[in-house]
């Protein structure tokens, strides 16, 4: 199935949605951090990035600037509309706020 980049910082969340993701399947990636997403973005190429917002190094945004193009879905806290509106108009393909349900992701 496709190849997914997960970039979250929160350690818990990052395992829970590999888990979830590779029993559906697909091949994923963790990183924790935006200086990470981007090495990885240069190594391999990705159908999908699962991007938080708030990160170490590089935050969400950053990443998606230089993201090589890949299909995007933040999912983040950050839930007031500019900052949804600021998400789809750097690129996302959808934007999930957090706390999310799985399934949703999934789908």
């Known amino acids: 199935m496709a190849n997914i980049l997960i970039v979250e910082d929160e350690m818990s ?3 829970l949605i590999k888990r ?3 029993l559906v399947g697909h091949n994923c990636t963790s990183v ?3 200086l990470s997403a ?3 973005l240069q190594t391999q190429p990705y159908d999908l990035m699962i991007l938080d ?3 170490p190094g590089l935050d969400g945004y950053e990443v998606i600037k230089a993201g090589h193009n890949v299909p995007t879905i933040f999912l983040t806290a950050k839930s ?3 900052d949804r509106i600021k998400g ?3 690129g996302a393909d959808d934007y999930l ?3 999310f349900a799985m399934l949703e992701l999934v789908a």
Do not use: R, T, W, Y
Request: net charge negative; proline share 4%.
């Open 13 to 15: 969340i990052n395992e």
């Open 20 to 22: 979830n993701l590779e």
């Open 32 to 34: 924790f951090d935006g």
């Open 38 to 40: 981007l090495s990885q």
């Open 53 to 55: 917002i708030m990160l």
């Open 80 to 82: 007031s509309l500019e």
């Open 88 to 90: 789809f108009a750097m």
């Open 97 to 99: 706020v957090k706390p």
